[in-house]
């Protein structure tokens, strides 16, 4: 899979976690601190991922990156 692609699909999934619709989200966009994920949040975009991607990931190491574009990189290691 594209980049491109794990990266419009990880947008999806922010959108919908964060409810963030019409707010442009960049790859360095913290999901904490400019985002505003709390941890209930970090766990549900996790849950997200792995269903979006059909993947299992590492939880610990998921909840250890901070931004989308490092989302978007660790998520490559498992398409």
Same mark, same amino acid.
């Given at each position: #899979?594209?980049? $491109?692609? /794990?990266? &419009?699909? @990880?947008?999806?999934?922010? =959108?919908? @976690?964060?409810? &963030?619709?019409?707010?442009?989200?960049?790859? +360095?966009? $913290?999901?904490?601190?400019?985002?505003?994920? +709390? =941890? #209930?949040? =970090?766990?549900?975009? @996790? !849950?997200?991922?792995?269903?979006?991607? $059909?993947?299992? #990931? +590492?939880?610990?190491?998921?909840?250890?990156?901070? &931004?989308?574009? !490092? !989302?978007?990189?660790? /998520? !490559?290691?498992?398409?």
């Amino acid at each position: #899979m594209e980049r $491109n692609d /794990i990266k &419009t699909k @990880v947008l999806k999934v922010i =959108s919908e @976690v964060l409810d &963030t619709e019409g707010v442009v989200i960049g790859e +360095d966009d $913290n999901f904490v601190f400019d985002l505003g994920a +709390d =941890s #209930m949040q =970090s766990l549900q975009l @996790v !849950a997200g991922f792995e269903e979006e991607f $059909n993947i299992e #990931m +590492d939880e610990d190491k998921a909840l250890e990156v901070q &931004t989308v574009g !490092a !989302a978007v990189d660790f /998520i !490559a290691q498992y398409v």
